[in-house]
Structures are given as C-alpha cells and as structure tokens.
C-alpha cells in the first residue's frame, strides 16, 4: 500500500523486531506510527525538530533530530535521551553496544547502548571528516562513514581510530553499506564502487559500476535460495534500480513519486516486506515477488 505524508520527505523508516507498527520519520519533525495490518496511522509523535535518521535494534527504536538521539523501548516503554551532538544527527548504526551517530559537523558521536542512566554520557567523539557524515555502516572489526566531503572513512572498533580513507569517489559519497567481506559505496558521482581488503588488511578498489544518475541510498538484501540483490536508489529521479550480487546485472525497477530517501526492511517474520519513502513524502510498502518473478511488487492492505 501507499501512504501520503502531505509532501514531507521521509528521512527514516523502522519495523522493530516482532511489532506489528510501522515507524517513520519526516523532516516536518514528526515519527507517526502506522498498523501494519490496515496501513493507518495509529499515533503521531512531535519531536521538536527535523528528523534527520530513524533506525531499529531489537526492541528499540532511534530517532536523530538536532543535538540528540531520541530511542525508545516499544516493548517497555523506556525513553533514553542521547546528548551531545551540536547539530543534526544525519545517520546512525549500532555494533556489540555501542550506538554511533554521524553529524552535520563531520563528526561521529559514539554512546555505549543500552545506556544505565536517562540521559547517557558521550564515549568517543571520532573526527576526521569536515562536512556531513550521511552514511554509516559496521562490519566485524570496522566502521564505514560516507560523508558529502566525497570521503569514506574506515575506524578500527577496538580503538575507534581512524585506519583508512578511501578518496575515489569525485562527488559527495551517499551510502555505505557492508557485504559478504566487502564494502559498496555509492556517489553522487554516477557511480557505485566495490571495496575487498587485501593482503595487508586495507581496502583496495576492486569494481567500479556506473549509473545514468548520481545515486543517493544504497540497500541489500538476501533472496532465499538465489544471489543477492542490490537496491540503489537513484539522486534526482524517482527511480529505484535492483541490481543482482556480484553481477550487477539489471533485474528491475521500483517507482516512487520523487527521490527516495530510505529504504528499510521488515525484521524478522516470513513477509519479507520492503519499504520506500521518498522526498514527497510517499511510504510505499513492497512484498517480494513469489520465486519466479524478479521484482517487489507493491503490498495491498
């Protein structure tokens, strides 16, 4: 189905682990709350300012607005406040603990999670990159950030030291996201870039694909029984191309009304819904394809 945010664009979605609502942010600074049974909206929560992420662990969901992190238990109700960011929180991952946050400053704020007090003390501040930090991604042992400073950092979790920067890319680098012992990245500069480790243990370019567009959010996601498939959704269009793993063989197209900003899955169940919201403020809800056909296709109420 299709839910109209009345021209806000979406900047987070979230399905917690065994919960039957849906979450999603806006920039007009609010998380509604949808049935995922009929699709309607069933609570709307003011967060006082834009939301710039949303992201889902277990049973907690995480909202980055300006100068925190907001994250509340959908199963106890508990509310934690996360302070110290200065500015918007443009992006946030969480990896044995540990919550990190990217900012519109350049800087990534680390707090340990699930914090003991209400209002949690900063770990680590992690600097390094001089414009917005707007993709975060973990693997094993490292930390990914993509910043519009056309940089990805890579920081060793032990020590959450700076390791790496990879300065390929041309134009703002949008999206990072790990898979299967390698790192995707995507640009506004057409392209998405695949990165090994080699013998050394440093990243090395190994593939570079190219687009018609600059590209704007990366997503993965697995396919019972067949290859991986890759999600890119593409800057100034209201295209979202799937490319098949390691092929990056075209196997379809899903439509929005305009970019789409966040593409998140359902975790856990057997529905395998997927789903877009884009810069109008359209969340459109996806049910992959039963095996034979290749592509998502739009979920019915």
């Known amino acids: 189905f299709e839910i109209d945010y009345r021209n806000a ?8 682990m065994g919960s039957d609502k849906l979450y999603s942010g806006s920039a007009d600074g609010s998380v509604r709350v949808w049935d995922g049974n009929s699709g309607k909206c069933v609570d709307v929560i003011k967060m006082g300012g834009k939301i710039g992420c949303m992201i889902t662990h277990d049973k907690w969901v995480f909202v980055g607005i300006s100068k925190s992190v907001e994250a509340w238990n959908i199963q106890t109700g508990m509310k934690l406040s996360l302070q110290g960011p200065s ?5 946030m991952t969480i990896k044995d603990e540990m919550l990190f946050a990217g900012m519109a400053d350049g800087r990534i704020m680390a707090w340990k999670f699930p914090a003991k007090e209400i209002n949690s003390e900063l ?6 990159h001089d414009r917005h930090v707007i993709s975060l991604a973990v693997s094993a042992t490292r930390l990914y950030s993509g910043s519009l400073d056309k940089t990805i950092r890579v920081w060793d979790l032990k020590n959450l030291q700076c390791v790496q920067t990879l300065s390929e890319h041309k134009a703002a680098v949008t999206s990072v996201l790990c ?9 506004l500069d057409k392209t998405v870039k695949v990165w090994a480790a080699s013998e050394s243990g440093s990243l090395q370019l190994m593939h570079t694909h190219s687009e018609e567009h600059g590209l704007r959010t990366l997503f993965g996601m697995h396919r019972p029984g067949k290859t991986p498939v ?3 959704s593409l800057h100034k269009s209201s295209r979202v191309r799937l490319l098949d793993l390691p092929s990056f063989e075209e196997m379809g197209t899903l439509s929005s009304k305009t970019e789409v900003k966040t593409i998140e899955l359902a975790q856990g169940g057997p529905s395998r819904l997927l789903f877009t919201g884009d810069g ?3 969340l459109k809800v996806w049910m992959w394809a039963p095996q034979g056909e290749e592509s998502p296709t739009p979920a019915l109420p």
């Open 280 to 282: 109008a403020g359209e």
């Open 179 to 187: 898979w299967d012992q390698k790192l995707l990245s995507c640009s």
């Open 123 to 128: 770990v680590a501040i992690l600097a390094g």
């Open 230 to 232: 890759l999600l890119c």
């Open 87 to 91: 500015g918007l929180v443009c992006s």
């Open 9 to 16: 664009a979406i900047t987070g979605i979230s399905m917690p």
